[in-house]
């Protein structure tokens, strides 16, 4: 629902602020405040057409600018003028469409198109203009001098909001950060990443969705030599030595026991198969016997398999499978600070099949079965499996490359981003990890893997109302936004899992926050609020990451379009049959006739009567 007319002040002068350099707001942006010339000369013939009483249109505008030639610089165009059109600003997806298509630089037009969308929607819900505005302009975001002179050079990603994090949490990003001398958006990935695979599956949390675990997937991008390995360490050294500790222990204590007890009873299965029986009761009680002692010593062989893992690295799905069966509550966690060779195996390098379905599964928790050749069958009825794999720039490319990676839901189940690290200087004294940090680290981390990772059975948090209802908005509007026709829709897979992701890092972070407490304490809407932060970060960078994917999706889908359209019987096909046999939305295919000449959309009468068709037509080139 749109709000009063103000709405459309807003959205006119959030356009308009991308296309200059710094504004301070107080209610409507006033010209006085606007430095780069182009702007300024804009909201001046937006000024005069307003107190002469005159619509502001894109005509109006264009012919006011045009009496004001002298301030301008060369080149304008038309550009500005669209951006102040009412009829379109009364669309606010029309106003970042156009944000996208004509002004903003192929590395930053998303992100700005999402922080747009995301300020309207907050305006029109009724929050105060000054501060959905002053955050926006806090915001690292382009100054563009004039339109002609726009630096194509790709923007640094928005500064990653540490402060939303758990004080603990936010203290070792940063710690970790100047230490590996790498950008807290890779320090925070590693720590999320840890507190997830410490929670393991003895957490759930209800909502509209039913029960949500704390598992995520992460995948943060980093060109090799940028301090991934040192940064990863850092975090993962408490459950690194955890497991270390309890491995240690295993192989000098139980598995010893768990080694001779099964040796001796092979030797009385040996010798129990060896004994002869005169009567048919004798019969009876051996085969009776030997059932026993097959039992048991397939329950030993399974314990002497379940090693006190947390942590696996590359491995095959098999041996994934047998480390999530060996424990309680069938939960792991991948960890890898160079997941190349990991992506290799998951798409089938070892094997005939890939393995993503599996690894989706353990995401989701759909119960798996892993057949081994020679083994007894794993099956797995509610497996938790939580990943943090860091990977270069193009093993990312070539990952997102892969349809059937994508298709089967595995890619899109990742929280992606690039956190555009680069190498540091190495300053002259090394930098050391503050202990007092490093305890503090430990404790938390130590303390959820023994209260939930080692917890038999799940606890449940509950969520406030106004948690619930605040990551609802989130899930609804990127419903709408990945429908037919939405602005997410050729990405919809990826969308779709944005609220789930929500709420599984909102119990991450809760738990980060209130520890041992975390089941006995709702999600409190403070909590909720932080976590949209986050996401609201997180959102806009993965869109800059699937830009080249999307336009690579639009190009095939425009040239199949365009094929259907040739092979036509007289050149044409109705809107609705293309939907209907083919799978294009009408949305898609106008938006396709707006930008390619070969396209023309025509409204045709049936010759047998009835409603007006919306058709598309297939111009031939003239030779």
């Not at 929607?121 to 001098?145: C, K, M, N, W, Y």
């Not at 002609?148 to 990603?157: H, K, L, N, T």
């Not at 406030?464 to 989130?474: C, G, I, K, N």
């Not at 639009?554 to 040239?559: A, D, Q, S, V, W």
């Amino acid at each position: 629902m749109k709000p009063p007319d103000s709405i459309k002040a807003a959205e006119r002068d959030l356009a308009t602020w991308y296309v200059a350099h710094g504004v301070s707001l107080e209610g409507r942006i006033p010209s006085s405040f606007f430095h780069d010339p182009v702007a300024l000369a804009l909201l001046r013939a937006i000024e005069l057409l307003e107190e002469s009483g005159s619509v502001v249109s894109r005509s109006t505008v264009q012919i006011q600018l045009g009496k004001e030639e002298r301030l301008l610089p060369c080149g304008l165009g038309e550009i500005v003028s669209l951006l102040l059109d009412p009829e379109i600003t009364e669309q606010p997806g029309e106003v970042a469409a156009i944000l996208e298509r004509e002004v903003m630089g192929a590395g930053q037009r998303r992100a700005a198109a999402h922080q747009l969308r995301c300020a309207l929607s907050r305006l029109g819900q009724g929050e105060d203009p000054d501060r959905v505005l002053a955050e926006i302009q806090s915001h690292h975001t382009p100054g563009f001098g004039s339109l002609g002179s726009f630096d194509p050079e790709p923007i640094r990603a928005t500064p990653f909001p540490t402060g939303a994090l758990p004080p603990v949490c936010a203290e070792v990003v940063r710690e970790i950060s100047r230490v590996a001398m790498v950008p807290e958006s890779l320090a925070a990935a590693c720590v999320i990443g840890v507190v997830s695979a410490a929670i393991g599956a003895g957490l759930r949390i209800r909502n509209y969705r039913g029960t949500t675990g704390a598992n995520l997937f992460l995948m943060p991008i980093a060109a090799s030599g940028t301090g991934k390995d040192s940064a990863l360490n850092l975090a993962a050294k408490p459950l690194f030595d955890l497991e270390s500790e309890r491995l240690d222990r295993w192989e000098r204590e139980v598995r010893p026991n768990l080694v001779a007890h099964l040796r001796r009873v092979k030797a009385k299965l040996a010798a129990a198969e060896k004994r002869k029986t005169t009567d048919l009761e004798s019969e009876v009680n051996l085969r009776e016997e030997i059932c026993l002692l097959e039992r048991e010593k397939t329950e030993l062989e399974r314990q002497i398999e379940a090693r006190p893992d947390l942590i696996v690295g590359d491995c095959t799905k098999e041996a994934l499978g047998v480390a999530m069966a060996s424990k309680p509550n069938e939960a792991i966690a991948g960890i890898s600070a160079e997941a190349r060779g990991i992506l290799g195996t998951v798409q089938g390098r070892y094997s005939k099949g890939s393995d993503e379905d599996f690894f989706a599964g353990g995401f989701s928790g759909t119960p798996l079965k892993v057949t081994r050749i020679g083994r007894p069958t794993v099956r797995l009825t509610q497996p938790c499996l939580a990943l943090l794999w860091m990977i270069q720039p193009d093993a990312f490319r070539k990952l997102a490359a892969n349809s059937d990676m994508v298709d089967s839901g595995f890619v899109p189940r990742f929280l992606v981003f690039d956190t555009l690290a680069e190498p540091g200087e190495v300053p002259a004294d090394c930098p050391a990890f503050d202990p007092s940090i490093e305890a503090k680290w430990r404790n938390l981390i130590r303390g959820l893997v023994e209260t939930f990772h080692d917890a038999s059975e799940a606890s449940i948090v509950e969520a406030t109302l106004e948690a619930s209802e605040a990551l609802r908005d989130f899930d609804n509007h990127f419903r709408m936004e990945r429908r037919s026709g939405g602005s997410f829709a050729d990405i919809a897979p990826f969308v779709a899992r944005w609220p789930e992701i929500a709420w599984r890092l909102s119990l991450c972070l809760h738990t980060a926050f209130y520890e041992k407490r975390a089941a006995e304490i709702p999600l409190a809407s403070t909590h909720a609020r932080n976590i949209l932060r986050l996401m609201n970060w997180f959102v806009p960078e993965s869109l800059n990451l699937l830009g080249g994917l999307r336009e690579e999706q639009r190009r095939t889908r425009k040239e199949r379009l365009r094929e259907l359209l040739a092979g036509a019987v007289h050149g044409h096909m109705t809107l609705r049959d293309l939907r209907k046999s083919h799978g294009f939305d009408p949305g898609e295919i106008e938006a396709v006739a707006r930008s390619e000449s070969w396209l023309r959309i025509d409204v045709v009468q049936n010759e047998r009567g009835g409603p007006r068709s919306k058709v598309a037509v297939y111009v031939r080139e003239r030779p």
